[in-house]
Each structure stands twice: as structure tokens, then as C-alpha cells.
């Protein structure tokens, strides 16, 4: 089993005040849940536990957009200083997906995919909620018969809507709370913030779709 840093349903957070947020998002927000230095941290961790596991197989990483860009980039970023400063190193090849189902907070139980050309091996991934999105990418993903697909989410919410899904490597487990910020959207909104935080009531309305 993977194992992650865990946020309790307490969690309180942290004032928004204490740290750097846009402006424009100020009467959004309710706290900072996750720093986006923490998400840093645990990243390098993550990317360590991967070329520890990989050996020297071949990756093509395979980044599940939009959500999963900034992710994605920093996992590659942790994965490349460790190629370039070990005697062993992992070959990486990049591809991209894009992938749906979201509308306002809820899903639409309709996952489209666009995009990717190439097999994957290691699939970069935002957020794990049901795990439909991932189950659906996974069977797609499995026509291409690849040697081995492995997924990393950064995060991976608890809820009873869950599948039961768990991806290989997982960053945080989380309340189930609607999380934006590091490329988490809302209605596409709030992806240009750099710490995951929780989104207020009011805020849902205003940028409701
Ligand atoms: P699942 O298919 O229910 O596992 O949902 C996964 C997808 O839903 C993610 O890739 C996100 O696009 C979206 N999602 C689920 N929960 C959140 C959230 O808290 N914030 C932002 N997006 C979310
Ligand atoms: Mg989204």
C-alpha cells in the first residue's frame, strides 16, 4: 500500500494572511490547506520512491491535463535532478492527456479523453475523488498493452463516493472537501493560485457555471 501524508478532517489550516495569494482570490478562499512549499517537499519525496522502484526502465510519463500540469512538471522537475546527480537514472520520455467530467463541484459521470499518442508507463494525476476518471484512463490506457502502468496523484480524497480506485504513489490523503489551487480548478478558475486551499460557499456561487 502507498503511502502518503495524511489531512485530518480537523485540520484546521492556515490563515490565508499568512501567506502570498492573488489578490483577485482574496474573498474566495477559506484557508490554506496544503502550502504549496509542503506540496514541494512531499513531491521530492514521491519522485525519490519512483526511480528507487523503476530501476532503469524507460519512462514515458504520461501528464493527465489540465489539473495535473503543475504536478507533473515538479515530479519531472525532482526526477530530472536525480537522474543528473545519481550513477543510476531513469530514461523519460513525456506525452499529455486531457481529460473531463467536471462541472461546478460534482462530477458528470462523463469522462472524455483527448489527446496522448504514445504508451504510458507513469501517469501524473491532480486528484483521485471516486477514481472514475482514473479507472476509465486506465482501461484505455491498457489497449495499448504497455509493459506496466504505474499512477501518481498528488492527492487522493476520502469519501464515500469512493470506488475503492488507490493509485501507486499518492502524495496526500485529503477531507472531502472541494480543493482548488496548484492546477485544481473550479469552473477553470483558481488554477493561477500556487497553495491548495479550501473554496468557500459564497465563492461556488460566484463562479458557477
Ligand atoms: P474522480 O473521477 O471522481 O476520481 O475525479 C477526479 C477528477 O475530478 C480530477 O481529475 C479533478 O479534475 C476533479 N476533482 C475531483 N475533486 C476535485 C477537487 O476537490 N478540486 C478540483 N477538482 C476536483
Ligand atoms: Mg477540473
Do not use: W
Request: glycine share 6%.
Amino acid at each position: 500500500m502507498a503511502s502518503y501524508l495524511q489531512i485530518a478532517d480537523d485540520e484546521k489550516g492556515y490563515n490565508l494572511d499568512l501567506f502570498c495569494v492573488p489578490r483577485h482570490y482574496e474573498k474566495d478562499l477559506d484557508k490554506v490547506i496544503i502550502p504549496h512549499g509542503l506540496i514541494m517537499d512531499r513531491t521530492e519525496r514521491l519522485a525519490r520512491d519512483i526511480v528507487r522502484d523503476m530501476g532503469a526502465h524507460h519512462i514515458v510519463a504520461l501528464c493527465v491535463l489540465k489539473g495535473g500540469y503543475k504536478f507533473f512538471a515538479d515530479l519531472l522537475d525532482y526526477i530530472k535532478t536525480l537522474n543528473q546527480n545519481n550513477d543510476k537514472s531513469v530514461p523519460l520520455t513525456v506525452d499529455f492527456i486531457r481529460v473531463k467530467s467536471y462541472c461546478n463541484d460534482k462530477s458528470t459521470n462523463n469522462v472524455k479523453v483527448i489527446g496522448g499518442d504514445d504508451l504510458s508507463s507513469l501517469s501524473g494525476k491532480d486528484i483521485v475523488e471516486t477514481g472514475r476518471t482514473m479507472q476509465t484512463l486506465l482501461s484505455l490506457l491498457s489497449e495499448s498493452r504497455p509493459k506496466m502502468v504505474k499512477v501518481v496523484s498528488l492527492l487522493v480524497k476520502r469519501t464515500p463516493r469512493s470506488s475503492g480506485y488507490r493509485p501507486d504513489y499518492i502524495g496526500f490523503e485529503v477531507p472531502d472537501a472541494f480543493l482548488v489551487g496548484y492546477a485544481l480548478d473550479y469552473n477553470e478558475y483558481f488554477r493561477d493560485l500556487s497553495h491548495i486551499c479550501i473554496l468557500n460557499d459564497e465563492a461556488k456561487e460566484k463562479y458557477r457555471v
